[in-house]
């Protein structure tokens, strides 16, 4: 039943296909009138993410620059005095060899890390389910579905079948205006997945096969890693260079924000490794500290951050398969 509060503000956000556009330009550039299409579109789509991630005042917080000193000190505050408390926090870890871990514990990390990747997985579960019953009840709405309900088994299936599509990008190498960006696209994205496995194979080493680290640069699972880390700086600066040459379209907070978070994460990382490898002990343990800041900030903010729209633009790519409609 469609709700009687059913206003405008539900009918852009609550609507599906704002997030099947790929902002690649194209329609602002074709527009007679010069009315840039493609940056209304994205700034429904900035503004829903803040409308569906919850509390709203770290979504404003977010979104806010000058709000970024005080995001950034949050993680550095909740390591100094995690670690000081749990003395997992070393900072004359001494010894011949790096050991990051000497200095900045595998558990202090994992105790500030794992709850916020929990935090994430609330907020975005939250905010998806509203975001689901939105475009569904607008679907139904504007008769683009027959369909009464969603049936979870094949709302499923239909993810399954759309997620080549994503991995492959191919819809984003139909555009013309942007084209260039497909290549820094592709190189963030395979450099987090790459990333994300990375970060799984070394938890299961330590915790469960007890290997500890630093592990040799011939470990194969080390390839994979210096692989994406490097493919995520690359990609950034590309990112960086293609937002500096186009002076005639709009680039936001949200933007610069997202992309200065992945060349940090990036850099900060292959610094840390190469500085250890180096033997520079106090820039190492010190980069390596700001690196896990950086990751604590990816973990803690992405539902409010434009990075969300992995989530959101999947979500309703799958409902547009699921609803049979032609994307």
């Not at 994205?189 to 915790?207: E, H, R």
């Not at 590309?238 to 850099?267: C, E, H, N, P």
């Not at 903010?301 to 547009?320: C, D, E, I």
Request: include cysteine; hydrophobic fraction near 50%.
């Amino acid at each position: 039943m469609i709700s009687a509060s059913w206003g405008l503000k539900d009918r852009l956000i609550g609507n599906g296909d704002i997030w099947l556009c790929h902002n690649c330009g194209d329609c602002s550039t074709l527009c007679p009138r010069g009315a840039k299409p493609g940056d209304v579109l994205a700034a429904i789509r900035s503004y829903a993410v803040s409308e569906y991630s919850k509390p709203k005042i770290v979504a404003d917080a977010v979104n806010d620059p000058k709000k970024l000193p005080i995001l950034l000190s949050i993680p550095v505050l909740l390591f100094i005095v995690a670690g000081l408390i749990t003395g997992l926090l070393d900072f004359t870890p001494g010894g011949d060899e790096i050991v990051h871990a000497k200095f900045f514990s595998t558990w202090l990390v994992d105790i500030m890390m794992i709850p916020a990747a929990f935090w994430t997985v609330i907020i975005f579960a939250l905010g998806i389910k509203r975001f689901l019953n939105d475009i569904h009840e607008n679907a139904v709405l504007e008769g683009k579905t027959d369909k009464k309900d969603i049936n979870p088994k094949d709302f499923i299936l239909a993810l399954i079948r759309i997620i080549p599509t994503i991995l492959k990008h191919n819809k984003f190498s139909d555009c013309e205006e942007n084209k260039d960006r497909e290549t820094a696209h592709l190189l963030v994205f395979y450099s987090f997945i790459g990333l994300f496995i990375v970060t799984n194979i070394f938890f299961i080493q330590l915790y469960i096969l007890q290997w500890h680290g630093p592990y040799s640069q011939l470990h194969p699972v080390k390839w994979l890693a210096n692989l994406a880390g490097t493919a995520l700086v690359i990609g950034s600066i590309l990112m960086i260079k293609d937002r500096l040459s186009k002076t005639d379209q709009v680039s936001t907070y949200k933007d610069w924000s997202l992309i200065g978070l992945a060349f940090a994460l990036g850099l900060s990382g292959m610094l840390t490794e190469i500085t250890r490898l180096l033997n520079l002990a106090v820039i190492s343990y010190t980069i390596y500290f700001i690196h896990l800041v950086f990751v604590f900030c990816l973990f803690a903010y992405v539902p409010f951050s434009k990075l969300a729209h992995l989530v959101y633009r999947t979500v309703a790519m799958a409902y547009a398969e699921y609803s049979e409609r032609n994307f």
